[in-house]
């Protein structure tokens, strides 16, 4: 919980994954595995220090979501495909999972043209609602029914 608690409590965090601050208890039942076996929670670590969170997210029909947040300083270092790749391979080869999808906020440029880098094309803008920016519904096919897409 102290780790959750230090990635939450830096300013890049603020607003991600619900209203800010979030308490311990909120920390707790969103991240700390309250919710599995449909969320997986991940903390990123470098050089042994908390980096950032990654989450799978079970949708149904072999379908999952992922999300990722990092901190700034460990930002563009190649660390967040590094860990895309991971979880992809986990969503697959672990969960079953042919598709993923991820839903940056439209006005996410940076992060937008990340997750097209690590290969999710874009499927359709979604208009804002209670508590929820206007987002782009993004998806990488990860496995075809034949097998693994390599």
Avoid: C, Q
């Avoid at 986990?90 to 839903?103: Q, Y």
């Avoid at 043209?113 to 519904?137: D, V």
């Amino acid at each position: 919980m102290p780790t959750l608690r230090r990635l939450f409590d830096d300013p890049s965090f603020h607003g991600w994954g619900g209203a800010s601050p979030l308490s311990d208890r909120e920390l707790a039942a969103k991240y700390a595995g309250d919710r599995l076996p449909e969320v997986e929670t991940f903390i990123v670590e470098v050089d042994a220090s908390p980096a950032g969170l990654a989450i799978l997210h079970d949708d149904g029909d072999r379908v999952g979501g992922m999300d990722l947040i990092l901190l700034p300083s460990t930002r563009r270092r190649g660390i967040g495909r590094a860990v895309v790749a991971l979880l992809v391979e986990r969503a697959r080869d672990v969960r079953g999972w042919m598709r993923l999808t991820v839903d940056p906020d439209l006005s996410n440029e940076a992060g937008i043209r990340f997750w097209e880098a690590a290969g999710f094309r874009p499927l359709r803008e979604e208009p804002a609602s209670e508590g929820r920016e206007a987002f782009l519904l993004m998806e990488m096919v990860i496995a075809e029914v034949g097998g693994p897409e390599r």
